[in-house]
Nanobody, 125 residues
Framework: VQLQASGGGLVQAGDSLKLSCAASGGTFNGWTLGWFRRVPGKEREFIAAIRWDAGSTVYATSVTGRFTISKDSAANTAYLQMNSLRPEDTAVYFC???????????????????WGQGTLVTVSS
């Protein structure tokens, strides 16, 4: 399966942005879809995940209450709605798929098998 992340851009602090992750060559059925972000020089940071079949979600503490992960099964697309953006949210955002479902495990990038190319989000102060 190939993943295509999109929707990044330049916004101001306090603005909102919605990222999309579309799958081609397969579906998300049976997978968990996760969002990560990476700042240059740092490890990829877990943001959120959604268990596709159950629809249940997991969030990083840093984004809880501001970001929402969702899915459109018919469109085979996942979304990350980001509200109240802060300059420290500036990063390249990636989507990825995993066969894992345990919350603590999903925060580990090593359990993800397929990755999208990333989309840049820049939040100015």
């Amino acid at each position: 399966v190939q993943l295509q992340a999109s929707g990044g851009g330049l916004v101001q602090a306090g603005d909102s942005l919605k990222l999309s992750c579309a799958a081609s060559g397969g579906t998300f059925n049976g997978w968990t879809l996760g969002w990560f972000r990476r700042v240059p020089g740092k490890e990829r940071e877990f943001i959120a995940a959604i268990r596709w079949d159950a629809g249940s979600t997991v969030y990083a503490t840093s984004v809880t209450g501001r970001f929402t992960i969702s899915k459109d099964s018919a469109a085979n697309t996942a979304y990350l709605q980001m509200n109240s953006l802060r300059p420290e949210d500036t990063a390249v955002y990636f989507c990825a798929t995993s066969l894992q479902t345990i919350s603590s495990t999903l925060r580990n990038q090593k359990v993800y098998d397929y990755w999208g190319q990333g989309t840049l989000v820049t939040v100015s102060s």
